[in-house]
């Protein structure tokens, strides 16, 4: 029986980190524990390029279009809605995380969900760095192993190049 297992090693593509600069005291720390996690395991800052979109209603666009570009291997998304006084954070939450899981379908790239979606600053700070740990730190895990397990069956199309661009 075959057993197929996403590594933790950045393969020789490129790989996109979109974030979001609307709560950006939360969005930073996310990006560091992003950034951090790809370096400790192979990928070189030249192959990272972080892209900076206003809000996270804006991710799902942004992630759509880096994923069909042909340039990325994988899609980070970091964000981070808190919930306010009336139910606005819910429709972000929804139309965020949908965005993000059509662009990974309809692309076959893997899209990696980083967007923190709390109750309040405090859970965010505790997901950002704080004693939950850090949630862009998983999404950049899961984008480092879902580009090795697409790179490691192909399913009969070609991952984005690895050439430099």
């Known amino acids: 029986m075959a057993r197929f297992e996403g590594e933790l090693a950045a393969g020789a593509g490129r790989i996109a980190i979109v974030v979001s600069r609307y709560n950006d005291f939360v969005t930073n720390r996310l990006l560091e524990g992003t950034q951090e996690t790809l370096r400790k395991n192979g990928q070189s800052e030249d192959r990272i390029d972080v892209i900076w979109v206003p809000g996270a209603f ?32 819910q429709h972000i939450n929804r139309a965020v995380g949908m965005g993000i899981a059509e662009a990974s379908w309809t692309t076959g790239v893997p899209v990696s969900f980083g967007v923190l979606t709390c109750d309040s600053v405090e859970q965010a700070l505790h997901r950002a760095g704080g004693n939950a740990g850090n949630k862009g730190e998983e999404a950049a895990e899961a984008a480092l192993r879902m580009a090795d397990l697409l790179r490691q069956l192909s399913f009969g199309h070609q991952p984005a190049s690895t050439t430099s661009s």
């Not at 998304?77 to 808190?82: F, R």
């Open 58 to 89: 804006e991710i799902s666009l942004m992630a759509w279009e880096t994923a069909r570009s042909g340039r990325y291997v994988a899609v980070i998304c970091l964000g981070a809605v808190i919930r306010g006084e009336t139910s606005h954070d």
